[in-house]
């Protein structure tokens, strides 16, 4: 079993920035993928990014926006988000795949709301 812990969101701007940090713990586990998913209001869970240990893949609607990056001293990834939009408010969700099985674990969700 994978836990994961979410931190960093929040309400912002327009044009702001925020950063996201996901840290996953648990026994004997190799990741191969790290990643963030959001879902808005009504809407689908959608891709924002990913990372792995050769490539990192972006949403369209995100990219050029925001980085991810991972520290895998510590399993941590990181979703740093700048020049904000209001289109960007959702639940923000940490997504980890691991090595053995892919087995797929999701973090509780963190809000991030862009507004005036």
């Known amino acids: 079993q994978v836990q994961l812990v979410e931190s960093g969101g929040g309400l912002v701007q327009p044009g702001g920035s925020l950063r996201l940090s996901c840290t996953a713990s648990g026994s004997s586990f190799s990741l191969y993928s790290m990643g963030w998913y959001r879902q808005a209001p009504g809407k689908q869970r959608d891709l924002v990014a990913t990372i792995t240990a050769r490539n990192t893949n972006y949403g369209d609607s995100v990219k050029g926006r925001f980085t991810i990056s991972k520290d895998n001293s510590n399993n941590t990834v990181y979703l740093q988000m700048k020049s904000l939009k209001p289109e960007d408010t959702a639940v923000y969700y940490c997504?980890?795949?691991?090595?053995?099985?892919?087995?797929?674990?999701w973090g509780q969700g963190t809000q991030v709301t862009v507004s005036t």
């Open positions: 997504n980890v795949v691991t090595q053995l099985g892919l087995a797929s674990y």
